[in-house]
Structure formats: C-alpha cells, structure tokens
C-alpha cells in the first residue's frame, strides 16, 4: 500500500514538473527521468512486480523515442523519454491508457488550434500537459 503511494507521487511530481517546464521553455527536465525510472525500477522490486509486465510498461516509450528519431524531431525524443520513466513507474494497462487519453486529448486541442486560432500545421505544443491530463482521468476511472 505505501509503495503505491509513494509511486503515485513519483508519477504526480514528475508529469507537474515537467508540465511547467514543457509549457514555460517546451523541454523536458531530463535529470528527472533517470529518477522516474529509478524510483519505478524500487518500487517493482519492493512490490514484487520487476517481471515482464513491468518491461512491457517500457515500450510506449521505446516506441516514441523511435518515432522520435524516424520522424527527425515532429516528436519530441523528451516526449520519449518521459513516456519511458511514466512507464517504469506505472503498470503498462496504464500507461497505455494515460497515452492513448494524452493523444486524443491533444489532436483535439491540435484541431481546435488550427480551426479557432489559425494555428499552421507544424505549429509545436507541448505533449507532457497532455500526459498529465491522461493520467489523472485514468485515476478517475
């Protein structure tokens, strides 16, 4: 129980602060992705969850550092990377469903960017608010 505690603050803490900074400077704070992960990485030992489910929660962001870097940067490889440590901490069902929320969440706003505000295509917004969106209506769930 205190485990999944702390785990929930870990996921809060670090979705809050990298949503300011994605917002104030649209980066990722990168020391705070080896944290992600390590405390994730504890967690799973504690809790007796380091096994293949506890890999699986990795891939989400494997998948978009790749398309990060296939994409030459229309993806934010920070993006990636802060998939990877949400992933380290949360169970994969859930961070797949914080993203699939994240993404519908943000084409949505992309649509109403480009409609209300004439927003142009290539226009860059941030991802990591919509990560913490997601992740707050999966706990709502």
Known sequence: MIINICREAAVLMLL?????????????????IPAG???????????????????????????????????????????GLLLLALGALLSWHN??????????????????????HRGKMYDVFPFAPFLLAGHLLTLMM
């Open 16 to 32: 809050s602060l990298n949503t300011y900074t994605d917002l104030k400077r649209n980066e990722i704070l990168l020391f705070s």
């Open 95 to 116: 961070v797949t469903a914080c993203l699939l929320l994240a993404l519908i969440l943000s084409a949505l706003c992309a649509i109403m960017i480009l409609v209300i």
């Open 37 to 79: 992960m390590g405390t994730g990485l504890v967690c799973a030992f504690l809790s007796g969850e380091l096994s293949g489910s506890w890999l699986a929660g990795l891939v989400p962001g494997i998948v978009f550092i790749l398309l990060s870097i296939l994409s030459q940067g229309c993806i934010g490889m920070g993006d």
